[in-house]
């Protein structure tokens, strides 16, 4: 996989669509995608119906920066939402205790997401707090496993990107 990243860098991830038409390339997919390079990826193949963050692929690197400045805006906006809602005990309680048990599931083995000590589990909450309040407009709430679809991301991007991906992923 590893020896492959090279050829994902280039060929790959500027049109992950040629992947799909290229016996060889889509061998390599099959293989699988270079740890380093998985996010990116991921962001591509998910891409973004709900142009929530990022703009075309092929725009000019500022117009990419704006777009990567959309995604955290996007983030913080609900972000911020989900916190004065918990900070004045308005988030509603069973939520937080469906995420809460959903957290204690989500890859125990790792201690990466442990409640209180975890090092992601600050970032995990925080997404799946900004994910509910982001859902909440359209009357949804929380689903038990999306704690899992979370860290994944949370493991291979930042917090902006996982909660976007996170978004267009289950939308």
């Known amino acids: 996989i590893e020896e492959n990243t090279v050829a994902w860098e280039t060929r790959i991830l500027p049109d992950v669509k040629i992947a799909i038409q290229d016996s060889r390339l889509r061998r390599m997919w099959w293989q699988g995608v270079p740890p380093k390079l998985r996010g990116a990826v991921w962001e591509r193949v998910i891409e973004n119906a709900l142009a929530l963050?990022?703009?075309?692929?092929?725009?000019?690197h500022l117009l990419y920066q704006l777009s990567v400045q959309s995604a955290i805006d996007s983030y913080k906006s609900c972000l911020t939402r989900a916190r004065r809602?918990?900070?004045?005990?308005?988030?509603?309680?069973t939520t937080l205790n469906l995420i809460d048990q959903d957290i204690q599931m989500t890859l125990p083995s790792l201690h990466l997401f442990t409640?209180?000590?975890?090092?992601?589990?600050?970032?995990?909450?925080?997404?799946?707090?900004?994910?509910?309040?982001?859902?909440?407009?359209?009357?949804?709430?929380?689903?038990?496993?999306?704690s899992k679809?979370?860290?994944?991301?949370?493991?291979n991007m930042q917090p902006p990107s996982a909660f976007i991906s996170m978004r267009n992923l289950f939308e």
């Open 85 to 93: 809602a918990l900070d004045a005990g308005t988030f509603p309680t």
């Open 149 to 155: 679809i979370a860290a994944m991301f949370l493991l």
């Open 115 to 146: 409640p209180k000590v975890g090092p992601l589990y600050e970032d995990l909450m925080n997404i799946l707090c900004a994910w509910v309040v982001s859902r909440s407009d359209e009357g949804l709430g929380y689903v038990m496993g999306a």
């Open 53 to 60: 963050s990022k703009g075309e692929l092929n725009l000019l």
